[in-house]
Every structure is written in C-alpha cells, then in structure tokens.
C-alpha cells in the first residue's frame, strides 16, 4: 500500500508551480473553440482542507498559496491561478486548496472532457463523490501510467496530460519515460505536462535530459527552487515542470513570472529559477 497522501503537501511551493503551469495551458486550450481532453493520471483527491491534521502536520501551504494569498501585486496569470483559489473558498478565508481536477473543472468548458485516475482508495473515494455529476468527467481507480493507453488519442485530437506522481517509488521516473515514449507514439501532438520533485537523487536529476530525448517537436522546463536540501541530502529543494508540446506563449508568460515568484516564494538566498525551451 502506497503511504504518499497528498493531503500533506497540498498548497505547497511545488503546488504553486504545477498548478500555474496548469492553468496557463488550460486557459491556452480554451482559446480554440474545439474540445479537448484533459487527462491526469495521478489526480489525488481533488480537493484539500487546509485545516486538517494533514495539511498542518507541516504547515506546507503557508509556504506556498499563504505567500500570494494576500499580495496585492501579483503578476496576470498568477493573480488568475489565486483567482482560482479564492473561487474554491467562496466563504472568503484560505481554508481549502483546489487538487489538479479542480483547477481542471474551474478552468474547462462544459464541452471538454476529464478524465482522472488515482490508485489510492480513499483519494479515489473522495475523488468520486467529488466529481459525482459533472458533464464529461470520468474517475478511474486504478493505474494511471497503464491508464494513460486507452485515453489516447482523443477523437478530438486536442489533449492536455499532467503526470504528477508521488515518485514514493524509484521506479516512477522511468515508468513516467516509458509512458511518455508510448502516449507520444500514440497522440503526438498532445500537450504532455510532467512534475518532477528537485530532490538529491540521480533519478531526479537525469529526468528532464530523458524527457527532452523524446520531445523532437519541442519542449519547455521550468523550475522553481526555493529552499536548500538539509545537511544529509534530504528535503524538497523545489520543483520543476516539463511540458512536451507547450503552448507558444508559455515561455514568455513564465519570463514575466518566474523572478517574481523567486522572490515572493524563495526561503534562503540562493533561491531561482531555471527557464528553457527547444522548438523545433
Ligand atoms: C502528487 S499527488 C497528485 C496531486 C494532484 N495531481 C494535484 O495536483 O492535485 C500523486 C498521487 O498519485 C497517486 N498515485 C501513486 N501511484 C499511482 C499510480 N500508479 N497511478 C495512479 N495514481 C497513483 C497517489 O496516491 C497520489 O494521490
């Protein structure tokens, strides 16, 4: 049984950066008036307190969304992503953090489709009863690198994939090449959105080299660290984000956002970003 609970994390500075790059590539979708597809293969269970046990085991969130919560200076699209928070909380304090398919049911058309997978149960539980009715979602208890398969291509030819899993095992950075290498053959033109944790780890390190060898048409990595691994090597640094196919104008968005969210989010002085791109 997996321990990973995302419930811990939630809101922290590696949410803050997925969950930006999510909605930018949403927002980027919902510009051409065809459907699409969304698919997240590690979805968690949509939504989280903020004032349970687990969030405030560490207090993650404090942060990550409690650094922008108040600011009254954000740059556009974070202002967007915070805007999406605060639709979350409707009863106006930061009591509650939207999980990837509630960014995903804020930001989509009634016409786009969902689909989540999560193998853990009671995530999944939750995940469910959350989705219970919403036009165009389905939620899958099960595997989602396997998953992936049968999603792809969709019959719209438009698709967005995020890939977050909790790498609690070695072996998910290769499964997350593997399944790369497979979704890529099968639909090449996806939007692929893949979340690495920056962590001392050989794994870690070598993803977005093995990631960029399966991106010929072109690909982005964004990377936020805000904080230093402690003295033996353990710790969450940052985090980056790899996207295969990304939209034309996420490079230049995440310019203007990027040094800003250094500054705002950063815990020591050698806090920054990283940001690159290959088109082809
Ligand atoms: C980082 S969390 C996901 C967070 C979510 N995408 C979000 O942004 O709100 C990773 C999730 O993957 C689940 N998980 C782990 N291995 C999985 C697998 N092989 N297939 C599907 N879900 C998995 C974990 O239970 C956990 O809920």
């Given amino acids: 049984m997996l321990a990973y609970r995302?419930?811990?994390?939630?809101?922290?500075?590696?949410?803050?950066?997925?969950?930006?790059?999510?909605t930018m590539v949403l927002r980027y979708m919902n510009g051409k008036d065809k459907p699409y597809r969304f698919v997240d293969t590690h979805a968690g269970a949509g939504g989280y307190s903020l004032e349970g046990r687990y969030a405030n085991k560490k207090a993650e969130y404090a942060q990550g969304i409690g650094r922008l919560w108040d600011r009254t200076d954000l740059p556009a699209p974070?202002?967007?992503?915070?805007?999406?928070?605060?639709?979350?909380?409707?009863q106006g304090g930061l009591t509650q953090y939207p999980g990837s398919p509630a960014f995903a049911r804020l930001v989509m058309r009634p016409g786009d489709q969902q689909r989540f997978f999560e193998l853990h149960p009671t995530d999944e539980r939750i995940l469910s009863s959350y989705a219970q009715g919403q036009r165009g979602v389905e939620v899958h208890h099960g595997d989602g690198f396997e998953g992936l398969k049968g999603q792809l291509p969709p019959s719209s030819r438009r698709g967005v994939v995020l890939i977050d899993p909790s790498y609690e095992l070695n072996a998910d950075y290769a499964r997350v090449v593997a399944t790369l290498r497979d979704a890529l053959q099968r639909f090449a033109e996806g939007v692929y959105l893949v979340w690495y944790p920056q962590v001392s780890k050989v794994e870690a390190a070598q993803l977005p080299r093995r990631l960029e060898a399966l991106a010929p048409k072109g690909w982005l990595h964004a990377r936020l660290t805000v904080q230093r691994v402690d003295s033996q090597g353990f710790g969450l640094a940052g985090s980056g984000m790899f996207v295969i196919n990304p939209p034309y104008t996420l490079h230049d968005e995440?310019?203007?956002v990027l040094p800003w969210l250094v500054e705002?989010?950063?815990?020591?002085?050698?806090?920054?970003?990283?940001l690159d791109q290959r088109t082809a």
């Avoid at 974070?78 to 409707?90: C, G, I, M, Q």
């Avoid at 705002?264 to 990283?274: H, I, M, S, T």
């Fill in 78 to 90: 974070v202002a967007d992503y915070v805007a999406l928070v605060r639709e979350f909380n409707p």
């Fill in 6 to 22: 995302h419930a811990f994390h939630a809101g922290n500075h590696a949410d803050v950066l997925k969950h930006l790059v999510l």
């Fill in 264 to 274: 705002v989010l950063g815990q020591v002085d050698g806090a920054n970003f990283l």
């Fill in 254 to 256: 995440l310019a203007g």
